[in-house]
């Protein structure tokens, strides 16, 4: 038996919108949150333009073999805490349904810390929705705790 290649990591094509839209819609509380329609919202481009034209913020996707299986959003973050340190945060990880629970995941958080270890990042962060109780035991797997707690001002 072959064994497969490993993820990769690669930045986010402009065309591939539509595919992470669907990807971050695609369970019980990414659908009341994103839309997926044709045309998608023009919000959409406009942001994936502001990320793309950051020096901090990459929008990432997750590919094995050429196929697109997963995606997600990294940001770094310099402080003046911790004696200049800086900060990667993760947001909005996710993996196609039918890949899901195959060890995706697990490779794309080992990619993501590699990512940090090169820019010399002092701690990765993630942010996850206090009802994804199944993500959070995977984060805790793989070595992440759960040391803040997280409050948010809704603007709309």
């Known amino acids: 038996m072959t064994q497969r290649q490993a993820v990769t990591l690669r930045d986010a094509r402009r065309d591939e919108v539509p595919l992470i839209v669907a990807m971050l819609a695609d369970d019980a509380l990414g659908s009341t949150r994103d839309q ?67 060890g995706i995941g697990r490779e794309i958080m080992a990619a993501v810390v590699a990512l940090a270890r090169a820019r010399h990042c002092k701690s990765v962060e993630l942010a996850s929705h206090r009802t994804r109780t199944d993500a959070h035991r995977f984060y805790a797997r793989l070595g992440f705790v759960a040391s803040h707690v997280g409050m948010k001002l809704a603007l709309d």
């Open 36 to 102: 997926v329609v044709d045309p998608l919202p023009a919000a959409y481009y406009a942001a994936f333009d502001a990320i793309a034209a950051s020096r901090d913020n990459r929008l990432l996707i997750a590919d094995l073999d050429g196929e697109v299986v997963g995606s997600l959003q990294i940001t770094f973050i310099p402080s003046l805490s911790k004696v200049g340190a800086t900060k990667m945060l993760v947001e909005q990880v996710r993996v196609v349904g039918p890949r899901r629970g195959t």
